[in-house]
């Protein structure tokens, strides 16, 4: 797992493993930051580790020391859950075939950090979530799997993000096991 925020599509992961219904098993969570995900691997006696981008000369050199850092746990699968970074080159051409991440609309609408808040803003009566292969270009690869989710009268960021992150774990534990099981080929 990749994640830089509170982690709780990583604990959907985490509680799924637990409870018998995950087709996989998790390995490690890799942040770029101290984030309260950390406090999720712990909990779950998930080895953690920081790759902090201000510790490398380059965005090349620090993508080249995730792609290591990675790497090391010989993961079939790595999941962005949440990680507020692009991935670049040195990563991708060492792990891209096997990264996947979640994303908070219908890519590709709404790109970006702020796709909840865009799409808020844009006025659209629905957005959702997208599993994506993950491409050089931001929230750019294939789309694995998609939901909509209805944008409601008084929704604020919150709200409307906190309503597509229920839809996000169901829908990444799933994409997970789908590609555990080889129903989706990545
Ligand atoms: C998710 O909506 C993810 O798509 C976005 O950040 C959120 C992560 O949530 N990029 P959490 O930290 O797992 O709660």
């Not at 490398?56 to 699968?77: E, H, Q, T």
């Not at 992150?165 to 096991?177: D, F, I, S």
Request: charged share 20%; with cysteine; proline share 5%.
């Amino acid at each position: 797992m990749l994640a830089s925020g509170t982690g709780s599509l990583t604990k959907a992961l985490i509680d799924a493993e637990q409870a018998g219904e995950l087709q996989a098993h998790l390995v490690a969570i890799g942040v770029d930051r101290e984030a309260a995900v950390l406090d999720v691997a712990a909990a779950a006696g998930l080895p953690s580790f920081l790759v902090f981008p201000a510790d490398f000369p380059s965005r090349d050199d620090w993508n080249r020391a995730l792609a290591n850092a990675v790497a090391a746990y010989k993961p079939a699968l790595v999941v962005s859950a949440g990680f507020m970074r692009i991935l670049g080159d040195q990563y991708l051409d060492k792990l891209g075939r096997i990264t996947i991440n979640t994303h908070p609309a219908l890519l590709p609408a709404f790109p970006g950090a702020h796709a909840v808040r865009d799409a808020l803003n844009a006025g659209v009566s629905e957005t959702g979530c997208t599993v994506h292969r993950v491409i050089a270009e931001m929230d750019a690869g294939p789309v694995l799997a998609q939901q909509k989710v209805p944008v409601l009268p008084g929704d604020d960021e919150a709200t409307l993000h906190e309503r597509i992150k229920t839809v996000e774990r169901t829908q990444l534990v799933a994409v997970v096991n789908q590609i555990a099981s080889g129903a989706i080929a990545l």
